[in-house]
Every structure is written in structure tokens, then in C-alpha cells.
């Protein structure tokens, strides 16, 4: 994650602390020679919230449109491959850790994109001991439980058993790379934010 991208991400979290906000993550996914991936994150897209629910966000396909065509514009200007790797959302006044429907969400992304990373920015939460502010981020995946249930019922179709199976959690690796400047399109993200929800 570059700096430029997390503060682009952490500047969008602290624009309400009444309901969460969401984005996606623009970048690449490179594999290493052990297998493992590595996703680096080098912009950003906003969404507006479609969900009127305040601990909910949506990411609708409009959104993932215009967000494809951004990560497209970058991917001109930057000289390489640039697509939505990701999703960010705030937490306000909550912990860090994702919900069950985080970790839903992000098991239903990661079918479509097995690199596909999630990160949650926890803000507007007291530090008991120093009573300062503390934000957190965290970055994370879904992994299905295995489950030895052996449902052989022949009448469910796929989707049920899709919403019946459990995931868990799991976490990934964050580094924040230093970068020297803060890019202008990431400087007119940061400059154009708003109120999240009219």
C-alpha cells in the first residue's frame, strides 16, 4: 500500500464517524516464487453509499465500472497494469475486525478474483490508557471452514450451499511503502472527498 494510497483511504474513514465508507483499491497482484501474492495498492476509487443502512456499504456494478475505467486511466498514465484489487471500508467507533458479513463480502469478491483484498480503517476510537484517538488497519481475506457435515441432500442448488458455507477471517500482511510525493491524482482524490451520504 503506498502512503499516498493510505492516507487517500484514511482521509475518506475520518469524513464521518456516523456510518462506514467505502472504496476500492486499484493496483496489482504479482505471484512470488514460493506462490505466495502480492497485491500493491497504488489508487484508489471512492464510492458514494448505496446502502442507507449505517454499519452496511454496497459496492453496486455501476461503481465497479467506473472503477475499472479509472484503474484503466492509471494504468495509461503510471505505464503498466492497473485494475481493482480490493475494497477498503471504515469502521467508526468499532473494532478493526470484520464482521461475519465483511468476511462474507469478501468471500464472495475473492470468487471472482482469488487475490482480491480486503482493508478495514477502525477511527474515532479512545485509547483508554493515553485517552488519544487511535485508528487501525488491517488487511484481510476469507478462507472457507472446512466442514465435514456431509449434507448429500441432492435438492440444494449451488446457491444455497454458497450461503450456507462458513468462512472465517484471515489476515494479510500490510506494508505501508513510502513514496516521495503524494501523486496528483491521489492529491485531487483526498481534495474532492465529501460528505459521504447526503
Known amino acids: ?6 492516507l487517500a483511504c484514511l482521509s475518506y474513514a475520518l ?12 493496483g496489482d497482484i504479482s505471484q512470488n516464487n514460493d506462490g505466495s501474492l502480492v497485491s ?13 443502512r449505517k454499519d452496511r456499504v454496497e459496492i453496486s456494478p455501476e461503481q465497479l465500472t467506473c472503477a ?8 495509461q498514465d503510471l505505464g ?8 477498503f471500508h471504515s469502521h467508526p467507533h468499532i473494532t478493526v475486525l470484520p464482521s461475519h458479513v465483511d468476511v462474507r463480502t469478501q468471500a464472495s469478491y475473492q470468487m471472482l478474483d482469488p487475490g482480491f483484498i480486503g482493508l478495514i480503517f477502525s477511527c474515532f476510537n479512545n485509547d483508554e490508557s493515553s485517552n488519544r484517538g487511535r485508528i487501525e488497519v488491517i488487511a484481510f481475506q476469507s478462507m472457507e471452514i472446512n466442514q465435514n457435515n456431509n449434507n448429500n441432500n441432492k435438492n440444494n442448488s449451488y446457491m444455497q450451499d454458497v450461503i450456507q458455507t462458513k468462512f472465517e477471517q484471515i489476515d494479510v500482511p500490510l ?23 447526503s
Open 40 to 52: 500493491t495498492i497504488v489508487g484508489i476509487s471512492i464510492l458514494e453509499r448505496s446502502d442507507k
Open 15 to 26: 469524513t464521518t464517524e456516523k456510518e462506514e465508507v467505502m472504496g476500492l483499491l486499484l
Open 80 to 87: 503498466y497494469n492497473i485494475r481493482v484489487i480490493g475494497w
Open 1 to 6: 500500500l503506498t502512503t499516498d494510497s493510505f
Open 68 to 75: 475499472s475505467k479509472e484503474a484503466e486511466i492509471l494504468s
Open 175 to 197: 506494508n505501508i511503502v513510502r513514496t516521495p510525493i503524494i501523486s496528483p491524482r491521489l492529491l485531487e482524490k483526498i481534495a474532492s472527498i465529501q460528505e459521504p451520504l
